[in-house]
């Protein structure tokens, strides 16, 4: 049987596991990655580097995504931002 502080380590390690996979963030239209990655890689570009991305989507919503260059240089989503513009001068 096994004992109580492996059965910790081993609930640890899932719970562990299951925070990375459901922090994965998915592309949407407009994502450089949405229908896979680019053809062309960033080669000069240092692996593990960051770099932001603002786009529009098909509704008219601004979002601004964080890309970091992975070892075999692919592009990984890590993060989006919904970005909200108040215009003040607007009557409603």
Avoid at 61 to 81: A, K
């Amino acid at each position: 049987m096994p004992s109580l502080k492996a059965l910790a380590a081993i609930a640890f390690a899932f719970g562990l596991a299951g925070c990375t996979a459901a922090s994965a963030v998915e592309p949407i239209p407009g994502s450089i990655i949405y229908k896979g990655q680019p053809r062309t890689k960033l080669t000069k570009a240092p692996i593990g580097s960051t770099f932001e991305h603002h786009f529009r989507d098909q509704f008219g919503d601004d979002y601004m995504e964080v890309y970091r260059i992975t070892p075999d240089r692919s592009l990984e989503l890590i993060s989006r931002r919904r970005i909200d513009i108040v215009d003040f001068g607007r009557a409603r």
